[in-house]
């Protein structure tokens, strides 16, 4: 956890200009990325929704919610807190064009999650980088390390928060395609307050006592390979 420590006292010591500098485009890539793994699984699926719409590019500004993307990811990073919440704009999917509805909503859902995994071993690359740097330009080294760092922690935070089974979160849709029918009916009336349900885990101080440790462990494992 030495390294974790490390990048978090990094970016307690910098200015909030700094810290927007290395963490806007790792917190940016993570959110809108998860967005557009859920619309490639589609589509590999057979639905095209989020394809007609222009959905699936790497643009950030096709997925950007100027709340979720932008102004809560922002102030909750120069909050004094471990947590880090926001969304882009969800990919449209149309159940009906799936091949097989239930396990492939199942498969959508995953998507999401699974592409925050596979990003934290790319910022754990850029991380790499920087560590070889540091003899050269140590301050384009700190700058690459601080924020794979940042990228790590975005995005294992956003891959195991939308893994809880609480929908409209990414494990609440895979849990409800792999209920039977009636129970997955009434499973899914639950998502008008899954946010709700959400926030008031997080203001009770539940939500980080849940996930704060799978969060922890696999940053700091990340992280760890590197610092």
Do not use: C
Request: glycine share 12%; charged share 10%; net charge positive.
């Amino acid at each position: 956890m030495e390294g974790l420590q490390f990048v978090f006292g990094q970016l307690q010591a910098m200015s909030m200009i700094q810290v927007l500098a290395v963490a806007a485009l790792p917190v940016l890539f993570a959110i809108t990325l998860h967005e557009v793994a859920h619309g490639w699984a589609a589509r590999m699926r057979g639905d095209r929704t989020a394809e007609m719409l222009g959905r699936l590019t790497l643009n950030p500004l096709k997925h950007m919610d100027p709340v979720g993307t932008v102004l809560v990811p922002a102030i909750m990073l120069l909050l004094p807190t471990p947590f880090l919440f926001g969304w882009a704009k969800p990919v449209p999917v149309t159940v009906e064009n799936l091949a097989r509805k239930r396990k492939d909503m199942a498969i959508v859902g995953a998507a999401g999650p699974l592409a925050n995994l596979a990003m934290a071993v790319i910022w754990t690359g850029v991380m790499f980088g920087g560590r070889a740097l540091v003899e050269v330009a140590p301050g384009a080294a700190l700058f690459l390390i601080l924020m794979g760092g940042v990228g790590v922690f975005a995005n294992v935070l956003l891959g195991v928060l939308n893994l809880l089974p609480i929908p409209p979160l990414d494990g609440g849709r895979v849990v409800s395609a792999l209920l039977p029918g009636p129970l997955s009916w009434k499973y899914d009336r639950l998502e008008p307050f899954g946010i709700w349900i959400v926030l008031g885990l997080l203001m009770l101080g539940i939500l980080w006592n849940v996930i704060g440790p799978p969060i922890y462990a696999l940053t700091g494992f990340f992280i760890g390979l590197v610092l």
